[in-house]
């Protein structure tokens, strides 16, 4: 069982920190994983309109993952150089950035925008599971 009373006084002000940032951290997961559901099923309705066939549909989902993919490596790289809270902002920036251009190409109706805008939303999906190690990694013992 875990208490919110602090073992030592000095160590109060760390475990404030703690629970500020592990609501935070489930806050964006929550609202993160809402979204970037959606934009993937939105990503799949697009593509199928757009190239006018079904069986092209999964492509947007695979373009998203090759994003993601990219992207948890660029992530992590920045998070070891500079801290998780600058990792986790770009990828997080990266991905709302993907989802300006999945609209941008919604209204143009281009396939091509579409592709690559889904390839830079696939870093809100990397950022979105890399902030879950920051949650365990806050956690009491």
Do not use: K
């Amino acid at each position: 069982m875990t208490t919110d009373v602090p073992a030592r006084i000095e160590d109060a002000p760390r475990l404030q920190a703690q629970r500020r940032s592990l609501i935070v951290l489930v806050a964006a997961q929550v609202l993160s994983g809402v979204g970037l559901a959606a934009g993937v099923t939105v990503g799949a309705l697009l593509a199928q309109d757009m190239l006018g066939s079904t069986g092209l549909a999964g492509l947007p989902s695979a373009v998203g993952t090759a994003g993601s993919a990219l992207a948890a490596v660029a992530v992590g790289r920045m998070s070891q150089a500079h801290g998780r809270r600058p990792g986790l902002a770009a990828g997080y920036l990266a991905g709302a950035v993907g989802s300006v251009g999945v609209v941008a190409a919604a209204v143009a109706g281009s396939p091509v925008l579409l592709f690559l805008a889904l390839f830079v939303y696939g870093a809100g999906t990397a950022t979105n599971l890399l902030a879950r190690y920051a949650g365990a990694d806050l956690a009491a013992p």
